[in-house]
């Protein structure tokens, strides 16, 4: 994403500095139908810092495009999560603790 210019910043100030009722909407006329609404189209989870070991070639790869590597490596997992969830219908580790630690159905 690209930073702001200062035109630009000037002007986020300037109308989050308004009251609600002091910023003209004319140009801008309400939405009354909202069936073709996506929900959670732009939803991210949030991110949260973690340390992993991986082999060199591996990080190599994922840093020969340039900057981003986290991004695609987040990318890269979150398909494979998502491929394999749909693929097994669910998560090994919850059907793992349904069953028990001796790997029998829990009664």
Known sequence: MRKL???QKRDIRAIA??????????DA????????????KFYQPPKKP???RLDSDVIAWLKADGRGYQTKAN????????????????????RAL????SGRRAA
Do not use: Y
Not at 29 to 40: M, Y
Not at 77 to 94: E, I, Q, S, V
Not at 98 to 101: L, N
């Open 75 to 94: 990318w890269l997992l979150r398909h494979a999560m998502l491929h394999f969830t749909k693929r097994t219908g669910g998560n090994k580790r919850k």
């Open 5 to 7: 210019t200062k035109d």
């Open 29 to 40: 006329p309400p939405v009354l139908d909202w069936s073709g609404a996506e929900i959670g």
């Open 17 to 26: 500095a308004k009251k609600d009722r002091e910023i003209d909407f004319s």
């Open 98 to 101: 349904r069953r028990g630690k």
């Open 50 to 52: 973690v340390t992993m």
